[in-house]
């Protein structure tokens, strides 16, 4: 297979099923309104690193009072975990005594890390932001700790191990000898890398639900850092000099290669079907962070700034990630700005509902001469296109469709182009749930 771009893209197996990799010289770079301005989120002189984030939570490692602990090859460094709310502004300090070990990883209000207690009782420490409990967890004192829910996964001795927090159940997921590390969880996902066959890591998954395990990558390059969101797993394939970003989507067993530039791209994180990356094809001095959108397939430069960005973090439309223009380096933050698209009933009828709304930019303007696609479900998240439109030039369209028999939501979706990120309008019901007489409006 051959991309626009003259470079050629081979085929190779991934989860025992034989894939094709989709170039990203696909892409399509995107205009300045896919981004709201950037913002600094930490100052001072000391580092901030490690961010991670879930919606408006972040949570990230603070150097400023850093300190050592131990003698000879047994020195440690430990630091503290702070955590942000995006919204409010606010900070907390997770560790007054400045006892952590390893960066932190957050799912939801859940905050986890590797942390050195006294020394007598190292471990890997959990806080909830919304209620404020901190404890050890009655788990091995494991490293490269990540969170989803209720289970954490880590690293213990060259093996992948799944900790519940409501049970205290912990199990050991992978094989003993092969050393296994850098695990990731997403709902009953586990990822991680491992040398079990030959001098390359690979990188596998292990699904919780059904206990089964499928090995993603077989070729005889370096496959590290894997991270998965759902049914989306990235890592960073290193092939000689040159470092480059996959995606598998494991309900599909389909491989896309995200970045194919000679330069090396690295350190990639995924969230809502966005990939983000640390990309040195602007120099190895001056590394920026990169975003590519598959849905709309369109590629996004975050960072413009002279000397280091990288490390991101993304959870829906925004991304943190450490830049050394600050005093730090320091932690920034942009926003992905997707336009408004809204969506009303303006009729009655159970069987050829009428829908119309209106997509407008960040900025409040009308975009024009773009297709809407109207959607229904009867469950939500299961969403089927029963139309499209175009809208007009004040941004408005309407759509006649014909409804279903258990069709309870409708929503529109715009795809997305270069110029305008993807999205979608907040779902509302259909009169054949039984609500016909409270959905009806004037248009936005």
């Known amino acids: 297979m051959t991309c626009p771009h003259g470079r050629v893209i081979r085929g190779f197996v991934a989860g025992g099923l034989v ?16 981004l709201a301005d950037e913002r600094q989120l930490t100052t001072g002189p000391a580092t901030q ?21 131990g003698e000879g090859s047994g020195t440690e460094t430990l630091f503290d975990i702070l955590a942000l709310d995006l919204r409010t502004g606010r900070s907390q300090n997770l560790t007054p005594a400045h006892t952590a070990l390893g960066r932190p990883a957050i799912s939801g209000t859940r905050v986890v890390w590797s942390d050195y207690g006294t020394g007598a009782d190292r471990g890997i420490r959990y806080h909830d932001l919304a209620t404020g409990r901190d404890r050890r967890l009655a788990a091995k004192p494991g490293t490269q700790v990540q969170i989803s829910g209720n289970r954490i996964c880590y690293e213990y001795q060259g093996r992948i191990h799944v900790h519940h927090l409501g049970t205290g159940r912990d199990q050991a997921i992978s094989p003993a000898g092969s050393a ?27 699904d919780l639900a059904t206990r089964t395990e499928t090995r993603l990558t077989r070729t005889a390059t370096e496959q590290s850092l894997p991270r998965v969101d759902g049914n989306l797993v990235v890592w960073q394939d290193e092939v000689g000099t040159n470092i480059d970003v996959y995606v598998h989507d494991l309900a599909s067993g389909e491989d896309t290669r995200v970045t194919a530039d000679d330069a090396i791209q690295w350190f990639p994180d995924v969230a809502d079907g966005r990939v983000v990356w640390m990309d040195e094809r602007n120099g190895h001095n ?58 009303a009933r303006t009729s009655e009828s159970d069987l050829r ?47 006649t469709f014909a409804a279903a028999a258990g069709d309870t939501q409708v929503r529109a979706s715009f795809a997305g182009t270069p110029e305008f990120p993807p999205a979608a309008s907040t779902p509302i019901r259909l009169p054949g749930a039984g609500l016909a007489a409270g959905l009806r409006g004037p248009l936005p």
């Open 19 to 34: 894939a094709s990799a989709m170039a990203f010289g696909w892409a399509q770079p995107a205009a300045a309104d896919w």
């Open 49 to 69: 690193d490690g961010p991670q984030l879930d919606g408006t939570n972040l949570v990230y490692a603070d150097h400023a009072n850093e300190r050592t602990v």
């Open 180 to 206: 296994a590390g850098s695990c990731d969880i997403s709902g009953p996902t586990v990822v991680w890398q491992e040398h079990r066959n030959g001098n390359d890591s690979d990188i596998y998954a292990y």
């Open 286 to 343: 001056n590394t920026e962070v990169y975003l590519y959108d598959l849905a709309s397939r369109v590629e996004t430069r975050v960072t413009h700034q002279d000397g280091w960005s990288g490390n991101p973090t993304i959870s829906g439309n925004e991304i943190v990630y450490e830049d050394s223009h600050g005093d730090g380096p320091n932690l920034f933050a942009h926003r992905v700005t997707p336009p408004r698209l809204s969506l």
């Open 353 to 399: 509902p009428v829908v119309a709304g209106r997509l407008l930019g960040a900025d409040g303007r009308p975009v024009a001469d773009e297709t809407v696609t109207v959607e229904v479900a009867a469950v939500a998240g299961a969403w089927v296109p029963v139309g499209t439109a175009a809208t007009s030039q004040g941004g408005r369209f309407s759509i």
